[in-house]
């Protein structure tokens, strides 16, 4: 393996599940507001693929308005969580661009790009939606959990078109207080308006809150491995 971490800052100190075999193929996970890359590396590590590494950055720390000015571990600056609040546009373009800079590592160490998936719960859902969408390779496809679509009415003019057949798994808690269910359906209405209608699967969980649940869990390790199969 070729390529120096140090070069991409995410990567640095990013949490990796290596595979346990010659890895063929990546995930990329990102966090929510507030978290750090540890707790979906354990998450993933039970969903783990013995042919993928699993690559779980930590969002750096930043105050965010939405949280009384707080400091915490935050991809961009959050405002509010409904769909009209005005967004910190300058703050999800410049973490999107440093999550194609992981995506480009790995690409450059022998990875291609159809073979990398790039995923996220609730913030870090939030920007793989955007990244990938806005990404100038060809990825595999896209775990959104309990998310949105950032400067959703940029979209479809925000998306390149290179990922129009992108497969997306989008999936939300019923009982969701922070990011309403039915936001997460409006988003999914945007997204088929975005990519081909017919591969984006939205997918609610009866009971569920701003969290994940075993079904879930499962759902997106049949994603992966349908996407990722052994090569």
Request: glycine share 8%; with cysteine.
């Amino acid at each position: 393996m070729c390529g120096n971490n140090m070069s991409v800052p995410l990567l640095a100190d990013a949490v990796t599940v290596s595979g346990a075999e010659r890895e063929t193929a990546a995930v990329i996970f990102l966090h929510g507001l507030g978290d750090t890359g540890h707790s979906w590396a354990d998450a993933l590590s039970s969903i783990r693929l013995p042919y993928v590494k699993y690559i779980c950055p930590h969002a750096p720390r930043i105050p965010v308005t939405l949280n009384m000015k707080m400091v915490m571990p935050s991809w961009f600056d959050l405002m509010g969580l409904s769909p009209d609040v005005p967004e910190d546009e300058a703050g999800i373009k410049k973490a999107s661009e440093s999550i194609k800079a992981v995506i480009e590592h790995e690409i450059k160490n022998g990875i291609p790009p159809n073979r990398i998936i790039l995923g996220g719960f609730s913030q870090g859902g939030a920007l793989s939606l955007y990244t990938a969408l806005t990404c100038p390779h060809q990825l595999a496809g896209i775990v959104a959990l309990s998310c949105w679509l950032p400067l959703h009415k940029a979209f479809p003019q925000a998306s390149n078109g290179v990922n129009k057949d992108i497969a997306i798994l989008q999936c939300h808690g019923e009982m969701d207080p922070m990011i309403p269910v039915r936001f997460g359906a409006l988003t999914a209405e945007k997204l088929r308006s975005v990519v081909t209608p017919s591969r984006v699967q939205f997918r609610t969980y009866q009971g569920m809150m701003h969290s994940s649940c075993p079904q879930e869990m499962m759902a997106v390790k049949e994603f992966i491995e349908k996407l990722l199969p052994r090569i």
